[in-house]
């Protein structure tokens, strides 16, 4: 059975940070590609950041400068630091599993909240 658990979701002032994970279970961790997407309330959901299976990344503009992706595939798990944190940034975080081959299932986790608010 497949499993992606997001953690590190809260309340946190503007300017601050925080740290997101997602533990993957069921799956080659090194095979998929990973991202974390967000949706604010009344919003699409939206791409935030993306890192290949290699390791190559990138990110919305939104967040550029601000927020770092990154994986340990030792430890199956996908990081997202979240830095200058913005109200706008609020949002539930989700993360995304895709499979580097064309025909592949796709995952998702049960997404976390992250509130910016003074």
């Known amino acids: 059975q497949v499993q992606l658990v997001e953690s590190g979701g809260g309340l946190v002032q503007p300017g601050g940070s925080l740290k997101l994970s997602c533990a993957a279970s069921g799956i080659i961790f090194r095979l998929f590609h990973m991202g974390w997407y967000r949706q604010a309330p009344g919003k699409q959901r939206e791409l935030v950041a993306h890192i290949t299976s290699d390791g190559s990344t990138n990110y919305a503009d939104s967040v550029k400068g601000r927020f770092t992706i990154s994986r340990n595939n030792a430890k199956n798990t996908v990081y997202l630091q979240m830095n200058s944190l913005k109200p706008e940034d609020t949002a539930v975080y989700y993360c995304?599993?895709?499979?580097?081959?064309?025909?592949?299932?796709?995952?998702w986790g049960q997404g976390t909240q992250v509130t910016v608010s003074s």
């Open positions: 995304k599993a895709d499979p580097i081959v064309t025909i592949g299932y796709h995952y």
